[in-house]
């Protein structure tokens, strides 16, 4: 298994929420910000300007076919031209639309048609944060850019061609296309980093380093040491610890500690009893597993899962 799909791997999208807006000269919506949400606009006809709040990014122009990804979370506008007013709370509007898989929303005017397809992806895990902790506010990808990789413009058209017709099932096969559009949407990125590039997505560039994380989210549980680790990507121990260090920003121990804590969180908010969660995560006994998560956490295996319980939707 490549890096990239064993970091990805766990990682499911909570809910999608979508919507197709119709902007008629003069228009305009703002969005406000959400953690842990990656939304995207894909242009399908016609052209605006995306503003992206709390950031130095300049207006981004979009026009027909362009898609512009917000991976953390940003409050931003898109308006038909850079002066108009973003007085449509699309948030507002969202929590009154209809039952249906897909909102259809119209604002403006009577003037020239713009036509967009918006998405929101929530996200809660762990991995995935650390993933969208290094992406920029905003991602602009183009039909000419993306020519390398056909099936992402497919499969947008294809989202596309459901939003807009609202067929039966479209709440179930846009909820399963959402994990392949944001898997691409992270590809195409990754591709745009230079070999040289920092951060944990320029370390995915490096084979080396980039094996080395693909082992040890792959198989978290095993005894990875630096000299196995060192073996297992065909390096001497002393160059693969400082190529690790170097692109991933921590030691390889460290990061191992810290991708196996996360993997209990999860675990343990799914259910699993403490004894599972230390075998799985590669724990000789639950006192040495309890030791390191109380370390990491701040508090004890069992005391986390209750405060997940107590603070979950329905808890008594």
Same mark, same amino acid.
Request: proline content about 6%; charged content about 20%.
């Given at each position: 298994?490549?890096?990239?799909?064993?970091?990805?791997?766990?990682?499911?999208?909570?809910?999608?929420?979508?919507?197709?807006?119709?902007?008629?000269?003069?228009?305009?919506?703002?969005?406000?910000?959400?953690?842990?949400?990656?939304?995207?606009?894909?242009?399908?006809?016609?052209?605006?300007?995306?503003?992206?709040?709390?950031?130095?990014?300049?207006?981004?122009?979009?026009?027909?076919?362009?898609? @512009?990804?917000?991976?953390? &979370?940003?409050?931003?506008?898109?308006?038909?031209?850079?002066?108009?007013?973003?007085?449509?709370?699309?948030?507002?509007?969202?929590?009154?639309?209809?039952?249906?898989?897909?909102?259809?929303?119209?604002?403006?005017?009577?003037?020239?048609?713009?036509?967009?397809?918006?998405?929101?992806?929530?996200?809660?895990?762990?991995?995935?944060?650390?993933?969208?902790?290094?992406?920029?506010?905003?991602?602009?990808?183009?039909?000419?850019?993306?020519?390398?990789?056909?099936?992402?413009?497919?499969?947008?058209?294809?989202?596309?061609?459901?939003?807009?017709?609202?067929?039966?099932?479209?709440? +179930?096969?846009?909820?399963?296309?959402?994990?392949?559009?944001?898997?691409?949407?992270?590809? #195409?990125?990754?591709?745009?980093?230079?070999?040289?590039?920092?951060?944990?997505?320029?370390?995915?560039?490096?084979?080396?380093?980039? @094996?080395?994380?693909?082992?040890?989210?792959?198989?978290?549980?095993?005894?990875?040491?630096?000299?196995?680790? @060192?073996?297992?990507?065909?390096?001497?121990?002393?160059?693969?610890?400082?190529?690790?260090?170097?692109?991933?920003?921590?030691?390889?121990?460290?990061?191992?500690?810290?991708?196996?804590?996360?993997?209990?969180?999860?675990?343990?908010?799914?259910?699993?009893? +403490?004894?599972?969660?230390?075998?799985?995560?590669?724990?000789?006994?639950?006192?040495?597993?309890?030791?390191?998560?109380?370390?990491? @956490? &701040?508090? #004890?295996?069992? #005391?986390?899962?209750?405060?997940?319980?107590?603070?979950?939707?329905?808890?008594?």
């Amino acid at each position: 298994m490549d890096a990239l799909s064993a970091v990805l791997a766990p990682v499911r999208l909570k809910q999608t929420r979508w919507a197709l807006t119709v902007g008629r000269t003069p228009w305009g919506v703002a969005l406000s910000g959400v953690k842990s949400c990656v939304r995207f606009h894909y242009m399908v006809r016609g052209s605006a300007w995306l503003s992206v709040a709390n950031t130095d990014e300049p207006d981004i122009a979009l026009s027909g076919g362009d898609l @512009a990804v917000l991976p953390l &979370g940003h409050a931003h506008a898109l308006r038909g031209h850079p002066r108009s007013s973003a007085s449509v709370r699309f948030d507002d509007v969202a929590r009154c639309g209809s039952r249906s898989a897909v909102m259809q929303l119209e604002v403006g005017a009577r003037g020239p048609e713009t036509s967009f397809v918006t998405a929101c992806f929530v996200l809660d895990d762990p991995l995935a944060r650390q993933i969208l902790a290094v992406l920029p506010p905003v991602i602009r990808m183009t039909p000419e850019a993306e020519q390398g990789g056909p099936s992402f413009l497919e499969n947008i058209q294809f989202i596309t061609r459901e939003v807009e017709t609202d067929r039966p099932g479209s709440e +179930i096969v846009l909820l399963r296309m959402a994990d392949v559009i944001f898997i691409q949407i992270l590809r #195409a990125y990754l591709a745009r980093v230079p070999d040289d590039g920092g951060g944990f997505l320029g370390a995915l560039r490096d084979p080396s380093t980039a @094996a080395a994380l693909g082992a040890m989210h792959h198989r978290a549980e095993a005894p990875w040491t630096v000299a196995s680790l @060192a073996k297992e990507v065909g390096l001497s121990r002393s160059v693969f610890a400082a190529r690790f260090t170097q692109l991933v920003g921590e030691p390889p121990l460290g990061y191992l500690t810290r991708l196996r804590m996360q993997k209990a969180a999860i675990l343990l908010r799914d259910g699993a009893t +403490i004894a599972k969660a230390s075998h799985l995560t590669g724990y000789a006994s639950e006192g040495s597993f309890s030791h390191a998560f109380r370390q990491w @956490a &701040g508090v #004890a295996p069992g #005391a986390y899962r209750k405060q997940l319980h107590e603070s979950s939707p329905g808890a008594d």
